[in-house]
């Protein structure tokens, strides 16, 4: 082809037929343009093809990924409203101390000692530079501001571990609970909530106290009150932002959902 081409701006040439040439040559830019142009645009399709399949194992992933946090972080939010429940209901006996049993007070008390922690999987879309492949302005935005909307919920939560470790776990020592605590816990087999495998039951014999529990006596105790009290705040303030966020989550999938499918 570049050979006739050639013999054509040849012919033009030596029959002294300027104006021709030139009209000849400029066709032929022409077409040499197109034919770039052409060309490029096949390679952008190609390009966007490629980018729509990676786009797609990103969501993919995304789905996949955000599932398991709405499943953890609603997880956390019951254990926070078991807080709740078992914390009013401590309250509740100090408020009416009378007909108490040892047995009622450890159960609750059990709660009180959990720590609920979000720890959400962590996906590196922003740092790999691929965010850009996610077509979906609303879903990218989310994406882009995730990280942040977890501190909201886990700047609470350290609160609450920081005041736990230091408060309720030092009260639970001193006043002589921890052994019937944690041997009401594993006495009959026990799973905890957040346990990677519900399947397993562990029993573990600890045994009984040996030391006498004056129940009136901790219910009388202010400290008990205090921590009651304060579980209560802390679980509730961590609810709070843990449902905003499992609404976003929700709002996510639903993007994402809304993206694979089109």
Do not use: C
Request: glycine share 4%; no cysteine; charged share 20%.
């Amino acid at each position: 082809m570049i050979k006739f081409f050639r013999k054509i701006r040849y012919n033009l040439m030596s029959e002294n037929k300027t104006g021709k040439y030139l009209k000849y040559a400029i066709g032929e830019i022409i077409l040499v343009v197109i034919g770039i142009l052409i060309a490029l645009q096949i390679n952008n399709w190609n390009n966007h093809q490629k980018d729509l399949v990676k786009e797609q194992k990103i969501l993919l992933q995304l789905k996949e990924e955000y599932t398991k946090n709405l499943a953890q972080l609603q997880q956390k939010i019951t254990m926070r409203n078991n807080i709740i429940t078992a914390s009013s209901k401590v309250l509740s006996y100090i408020d009416n101390p009378i007909n108490v049993s040892k047995d009622s007070l450890l159960y609750h008390l059990n709660f009180i000692g959990t720590d609920p922690t979000f720890d959400p999987i962590k996906n590196d879309l922003i740092e790999s530079g691929n965010l850009h492949l996610i077509n979906n302005e609303s879903l990218k935005q989310r994406l882009s501001n995730w990280t942040s909307d977890v501190y909201q919920v886990q700047e609470n939560e350290l609160e609450w571990q920081k005041f736990r470790t230091e408060v309720v776990m030092p009260f639970m020592v001193s006043n002589g609970l921890a052994r019937d605590l944690s041997n009401n816990i594993w006495k009959d087999g026990y799973t905890p909530i957040h346990a990677l495998n519900q399947k397993i039951n562990l029993k573990t014999k600890i045994g009984s106290s040996k030391h006498s529990l004056a129940i009136e006596e901790i219910l009388n105790n202010v400290e008990l009150e205090g921590l009651a009290a304060m579980a209560i705040t802390w679980s509730n303030i961590a609810n709070i932002q843990s449902l905003a966020l499992q609404e976003n989550i929700i709002e996510i999938i639903a993007l994402i959902n809304k993206e694979i499918e089109r």
